[in-house]
């Protein structure tokens, strides 16, 4: 059974800093593309950002130059570094995976694997 487990979320004030991981099991991922979503109560999940298996990144313009996304192959795990933190960044954020060896994008139908979330608040 594949699981992806996030952890690391939390209540912080902006301005401030955490850091999310999202460990997997299962199966590898290190030939896959891995991102994070994230969802507020009554909205359509939002892309945050992704690494593809070659290492390159994406990220939404909301985070850009905030959140940093990196991967440990040998702990078949992915972070989420979350700096600079806003309010407006509460949300639960969901890790995602998606299939060996294809291009994955900002669209939550490239992957085929979710995490079931970790809560993200940011007081003002």
């Known amino acids: 059974q594949v699981r992806l487990v996030e952890s690391g979320g939390g209540l912080v004030q902006a301005g401030g800093s955490l850091r999310l991981s999202c460990a997997a099991s299962g199966r590898t991922f290190s030939r896959a593309g891995m991102a994070w979503f994230r969802r507020v109560a009554g909205k359509e999940r939002e892309f945050v950002a992704l690494i593809a298996w070659t290492g390159g990144v994406s990220y939404s313009d909301s985070v850009l130059e905030r959140f940093f996304i990196s991967r440990d192959n040998d702990k078949n795990t992915v972070y989420l570094q979350m700096n600079a933190l806003k309010p407006e960044d509460t949300a639960v954020y969901y890790c995602?995976?998606?299939?060996?060896?294809?291009?994955?994008?900002?669209?939550?139908?490239?992957?085929?694997?979710w995490g079931q979330g970790t809560q993200v608040t940011v007081s003002s």
């Open positions: 995602a995976g998606g299939p060996d060896d294809e291009i994955v994008l900002r669209n939550p139908s490239d992957y085929d694997y």
